[in-house]
């Protein structure tokens, strides 16, 4: 906050649009120091939130059936939309599927959302059917996805901006993955004006 005020209130009245993910931190400080501008939650964020659920259902079934291959080897499918497989992809999936019920579900409930957040949907249009995915998520009773859905139900507003202002964090989390590299490659930096001017070489 003490960083965005130094600037001035013009410059902070001036910021029309602000994303982030939902940290309430980020939220609370968009909040106070940003009073004009719409906050929109990140939609990669978001259905980061949501792939974990995926995930967790993924880890319970090869914990219970370590036996099983059919749920070896499926993770970062899981992670794809389901028109982004090629067919043996889907072959696979669907082999899992057929064992485990609850996991499909999730995998297409997840689908439906991303669709969602495809489309040219205005707000208004959004909200309700936002609101019909949520009816339906809530009936296969899962508490990881109630977890979810809660997350979603409370930050709704800033979740909804999306369709109104189609931004997202992609540039900055491509930037701070570009600097964690750095990093790594680097095996850490004891002088941080030579850390800046690696970072600063790399955007030139």
Known sequence: MAYFRARGSDFCLKIEVFSCDLWDGFLATAKAVFPNAAIVADRFHVFKLLTHVLDKERKKLRHEFKNDDNYKAIKWLLFKPWESLNDKQKRTLLRAFRKAKMLQQLYFTKNELR??????????????????????????????????????????????????????????????????AIKRNGFGFRNFDNFKLKIQCQFL
């Open 115 to 180: 669709n969602i957040f495809e489309s040219d949907y205005s707000k208004q249009q959004a909200r309700k059917i936002v609101e019909q995915w949520i009816l339906q998520a809530k009936s296969l009773k899962h508490n990881l996805l109630d977890s979810f859905i809660n997350t979603l139900e409370r930050h709704f507003e800033s979740i909804l901006y999306f369709f109104t202002h189609r931004v997202s964090n992609g540039i900055v989390e491509g930037v701070n993955n570009v600097i964690k």
